[in-house]
């Protein structure tokens, strides 16, 4: 327990010190009082609207998981999914590239009654959902845009290309995950033998013969999807409004700093292609090339004077913000679980 508590404090203090690194490092390179200046005079109509953003991202993943979980006859009502949510936003934030957010969404999807291989299809499908709909609208915004987009992040055209063709392997192995989990298996079987014949595995064969069972039920409601067309219109619906929502809190941020001068849809394509490009380093929360891509992607839409605390609203609001509220979430769940397991008085 006490070695467990301690890895949890020391994921936590990673982005904390980050905070106060990225803090130090910006108010030094730049004029503090500008700095200081600019983010007292933020837009709070603006800020609002960047509130409202981040509560429509949440609240879309939620509902994306409530409506996955309703087709699938299990009782997940709209709370127990936000706090699903919440859970694996934070283990996302605090883990190397966000590779503990599902796990634990699928641990707590089970601990709720939903079976084990529906909350994989049900997180596996919210992942790919977004992926494919911010590749495909990224793709659409970027060949529209794609003049002024060039000229914007011209100092990080090889380093988008790039980004982006990973991203575009990345969508397809979480399509063949959703079409062919056997595929994504064998890998997985074949490690089980050989730690099996190194002793470093107790009943190898019995862990592979749990391994097909669990992958024969997940294609099995992953195959059922594809006949089931008012279902994934719904999760891609819902997918593409949290992709809009969370790509458009930029924007918000950009109009509450008072600057007008680039269209709506330039400001949104430049972050999702930030976030394609970022989103592949692995760091808690891609920190350090989230806050270094800001720089590089939106330096010539931010004048010198805004960028740096237009950056730091904008990692609040995508990243802090989430691991707050979602450490907040974890700590109320641990404090009702204590008290229900507490033998009642009297």
């Given at each position: 327990?006490?070695?467990?508590?301690?890895?949890?404090?020391?994921?936590?203090?990673?982005?904390?010190?980050?905070?106060?690194?990225?803090?130090?490092?910006?108010?030094?390179?730049?004029?503090?009082?500008?700095?200081?200046?600019?983010?007292?005079?933020?837009?709070?109509?603006?800020?609002?609207?960047?509130?409202?953003?981040?509560?429509?991202?949440?609240?879309?993943?939620?509902?994306?998981?409530?409506?996955?979980?309703?087709?699938?006859?299990?009782?997940?009502?709209?709370?127990?999914?936000?706090?699903?949510?919440?859970?694996?936003?934070?283990?996302?934030?605090?883990?190397?590239?966000?590779?503990?957010?599902?796990?634990?969404?699928?641990?707590?999807?089970?601990?709720?009654?939903?079976?084990?291989?529906?909350?994989?299809?049900?997180?596996?499908?919210?992942?790919?959902?977004?992926?494919?709909?911010?590749?495909?609208?990224?793709?659409?915004?970027?060949?529209?845009?794609?003049?002024?987009?060039?000229?914007?992040?011209?100092?990080?055209?090889?380093?988008?290309?790039?980004?982006?063709?990973?991203?575009?392997?990345?969508?397809?192995?979480?399509?063949?995950?959703?079409?062919?989990?056997?595929?994504?298996?064998?890998?997985?079987?074949?490690?089980?033998?050989?730690?099996?014949?190194?002793?470093?595995?107790?009943?190898?064969?019995?862990?592979?013969?749990?391994?097909?069972?669990?992958?024969?039920?997940?294609?099995?409601?992953?195959?059922?999807?594809?006949?089931?067309?008012?279902?994934?219109?719904?999760?891609?619906?819902?997918?593409?409004?949290?992709?809009?929502?969370?790509?458009?809190?930029?924007?918000?941020?950009?109009?509450?700093?008072?600057?007008?001068?680039?269209?709506?849809?330039?400001?949104?394509?430049?972050?999702?292609?930030?976030?394609?490009?970022?989103?592949?380093?692995?760091?808690?929360?891609?920190?350090?090339?989230?806050?270094?891509?800001?720089y590089v992607f939106l330096g010539k839409v931010f004048l010198e004077s805004s960028v740096f605390p237009a950056m730091l609203v904008w990692r609040f609001f995508t990243y802090?913000?989430?691991?707050?509220?979602?450490?907040?979430?974890?700590?109320?769940?641990?404090?009702?679980?204590?008290?229900?397991?507490?033998?009642?008085?009297?």
């Open positions: 327990m006490k070695a467990s508590w301690a890895k949890w404090i020391g994921s936590i203090l990673f982005p904390v010190a980050s905070l106060a690194l990225l803090l130090v490092l910006g108010f030094t390179a730049s004029d503090v009082h500008l700095a200081w200046n600019a983010l007292l005079h933020v837009e709070h109509g603006f800020l609002m609207a960047t509130v409202g953003c981040w509560c429509a991202y949440v609240g879309f993943r939620a509902l994306g998981l409530a409506v996955f979980c309703k087709f699938q006859g299990c009782g997940l009502g709209l709370g127990g999914a936000l706090y699903v949510t919440f859970i694996g936003l934070f283990y996302s934030g605090i883990t190397p590239a966000a590779t503990g957010g599902q796990p634990m969404q699928v641990y707590e999807l089970n601990k709720r009654g939903v079976h084990a291989s529906i909350g994989t299809s049900a997180v596996a499908f919210e992942t790919a959902g977004f992926q494919f709909l911010l590749v495909a609208l990224a793709t659409i915004l970027w060949v529209w845009n794609r003049r002024t987009i060039s000229e914007t992040v011209s100092v990080a055209k090889w380093v988008l290309i790039g980004g982006f063709a990973m991203n575009l392997v990345w969508t397809v192995f979480l399509g063949l995950v959703l079409a062919k989990g056997a595929l994504v298996a064998r890998p997985i079987e074949w490690m089980l033998r050989m730690l099996g014949r190194a002793h470093l595995l107790r009943n190898p064969d019995g862990k592979v013969a749990g391994l097909r069972k669990y992958v024969a039920e997940y294609e099995s409601i992953s195959t059922d999807l594809f006949k089931r067309p008012a279902l994934i219109l719904s999760c891609a619906t819902l997918s593409a409004a949290q992709v809009i929502a969370y790509m458009s809190m930029v924007y918000f941020i950009y109009r509450g700093f008072g600057w007008i001068g680039m269209p709506y849809g330039v400001i949104v394509d430049i972050q999702m292609l930030l976030y394609l490009v970022a989103s592949m380093v692995p760091t808690p929360g891609a920190t350090g090339a989230q806050e270094g891509s800001f802090y913000l989430m691991l707050i509220v979602g450490a907040l979430t974890l700590l109320s769940g641990i404090v009702h679980m204590k008290r229900r397991a507490k033998p009642e008085s009297g």
